[in-house]
């Protein structure tokens, strides 16, 4: 089965620094990957994708994220971070046959001044 | 544009009492719909999910149940709810047979005591 891995469950970081976010997925086959923000009491919002093409993918909010096959890894990276990325992000790969996304435990990011 | 409501937005119930949350989606026809759950300090677990009306693919074995009356609305039930029952509940879509993104609501915050 396929499944996401997010190592940090948080992250603190200075406003103005930049930052990433891990995920690593485990599959046999080819994957389609998310990153979703999550801000307090809210639904999930959807950063960026990769479903084929460019291995490179930018999202919102300045977000980009790199697909790096060889070593499973999609992970989540800004070069200047503000007060307002403060959330929870999650890492997702879909699977099911493409019905289903199955979700990393999370990553609260927490951005100071 | 495609938009989804849930509601209520927040509910407090006692241990024992029965259970309706509701989730509607607009502006698009034969969605594949999804109900997670977001417990405190945990990542997201997909409880239900339907391909169709009277099609619901559970997830995890629980005291919850899911029912898809129409096409666009999902419906997430308890008989009897239990203090575990507590978290935070999304509903979701995408479209029917599209390896792609999945667009949440804003979430319904249930406490039971």
């Known amino acids: 089965a396929q499944s996401v891995t997010q190592l940090d469950s948080q992250v603190p970081v200075f406003e103005e620094a930049p930052v990433e976010l891990r995920c690593n997925y485990s599959s046999s086959v080819s994957v389609y990957l998310f990153w979703y923000v999550q801000y307090p009491n809210q639904g999930l919002q959807l950063l960026l994708k990769y479903l084929s093409g460019s291995t490179l993918v930018k999202g919102i909010n300045g977000f980009e994220a790199e697909f790096n096959k060889s070593q499973t890894s999609f992970h989540l990276r800004k070069p200047s971070v503000h007060i307002s990325d403060t959330a929870e992000y999650f890492c997702a790969v879909l699977t099911g046959g493409g019905n289903k996304l199955t979700f990393g435990t999370g990553t609260q990011l927490k951005v100071e001044l | 544009s495609q938009t989804i409501h849930q509601w209520p937005a927040t509910l407090v119930q006692p241990v024992g009492s029965p259970l309706s949350l509701e989730c509607t989606v607009e502006g698009t026809s034969n969605p594949n719909l999804y109900w997670y759950r977001q417990a405190a300090g945990r990542g997201l677990q997909l409880l239900f999910y339907?391909?169709?009306?009277?099609?619901i693919s559970s997830e995890v074995p629980q005291n919850l149940s899911a029912s898809r009356p129409q096409d666009r609305q999902f419906i997430l039930s308890s008989k009897k709810l239990l203090l575990s029952d507590s978290g935070f509940y999304l509903c979701?879509?995408?479209?029917?047979?599209?390896?792609?993104?999945?667009?949440f609501g804003p979430g319904t915050r249930l406490t039971v005591l």
């Open positions: 979701a879509w995408s479209a029917l047979g599209a390896w792609d993104e999945q667009f």
């Open positions: 339907s391909v169709g009306i009277g099609q």
